[in-house]
């Protein structure tokens, strides 16, 4: 009997009973995601002696170093969050029609719309950046097309140029747009639409008084699956600008993999991490939550 209440009142104020499902996703982020963090975070307090290696005393020196005046690290966020935003405005300016398109008019083949969007999401991310990169280099595809019919006169300089990162970041990121703009719109009521035709309302009117304002959790959920990935991404601009576009996200993986310098590189990583961490936390507050939670 004591047993019994025992198990009922851990149940009741734990919630015991739910274990078996997050529970396993618990442990997961704790292992993976929070203990790696915070390995990286002591690791930033840290300094290095003369050969390199990590010397095992409380340091800030680190983060000095990268607001420091001149710092190339502070250039490159500002260059990051250039970068993420025009990523997220021409990925919403090109996906809201499109996943509005697929909604409206798509009909039977709505799924099928829906595969052709999703469908390059699986193959390889690196491959994808090397096609682009063939189509944009010289000799591409784009260049040799617009030489052979003599509209240019030399090649067009489009690889290794802060144009070509953006068009990169915006090629591989558009799906993430698409999918939670066009789960909101999918969930408006139509009801709501034909009593505004009822009302006399243009659709003009109808767009912007009922379907822009509960798409506005697409847009957000959109946001976050957009500009936040662009703003840490460093493969993209590593293949699509070389050494001449830096990124944020550029300099952490060249301090961990090519300097070997952890600590200023775990520094660099926790700021980043920060700053994404609160981009999230904004994009949800405004109303993006419910958007991911439908796509997801």
Known sequence: ???????????????????????????????????????????????????????????????????????????????????????????????YPMAYWIVKYGGKIKPFLLLLVIVPSWSCYVVRIYALKQLIGYPGIINNFLLNIGLVSSPIEILYTPHAVILGLIYIWLPFMVLPIYASLEGIDPSLLEASVDLGATPAERFLTITLPLSKGGIFGGTILTFIPAFGDWIVPLLLGGNKVWMAGTYIAHYFIVMGDLPLGSSMTVFLTTAIVLMIYICIKLGGEQAIERIL
Not at 38 to 45: K, L, Q, R
Not at 65 to 94: D, H, P, Q, V, W
């Open 1 to 95: 009997m004591a047993n019994g209440r025992v198990r009922k009142f851990l149940t009741k104020k734990l919630n015991l009973s739910a274990f078996p499902v997050v529970g396993p996703i618990s442990i997961w982020i704790l292992l993976f995601v929070l203990m790696p963090l915070a390995v990286i975070f002591i690791i930033s307090f840290l300094g290095r002696d003369i050969k390199g290696s990590i010397v095992p005393s409380f340091s800030l020196d680190n983060y000095r170093l990268l607001f420091s005046e001149g710092s190339e690290y502070a250039k490159s966020i500002l260059r990051s969050i250039l970068f993420a935003f025009a990523t997220n405005a021409a990925c919403l300016i090109i996906g």
